[in-house]
């Protein structure tokens, strides 16, 4: 499979992504910290790629989406932001409505199966 359908295939799958260096629990960078911290504070669950681990994603990702730095967070299928997005977003109110109805829209699909 090429890296950009690995990518779409990703971001189809997963309502809430976070494209970022090392794991939540883990972070390997400040931005990708403040990142999945602030995705971690809106409560729900978020699916991560860590692109430490997948070079062929770290590099071909920011020409797909568009934007050149991690983390990257994908909601819906749509590039939200980085870093500096995220964090505002939260801190103004915006993410966790965000994070939450996409939550519950999957959610509510999944349980009418």
Known sequence: ME??????QQ???????????GSPKLPSCGFSS???QALMSCGEQFAYVDILQNPDIRAELPKYADWPTFPQ?????ELVGG???IIEMFQQGELQPLVKQTAEKYNKSEESE
């Open 3 to 8: 890296t950009v359908d690995k990518i779409k």
């Open 11 to 21: 971001i189809s799958e997963n309502p809430i992504l976070l494209y970022m260096k």
């Open 34 to 36: 403040q990142a999945s």
């Open 73 to 77: 967070l994908w909601v819906d299928g």
């Open 83 to 85: 870093c500096d997005i």
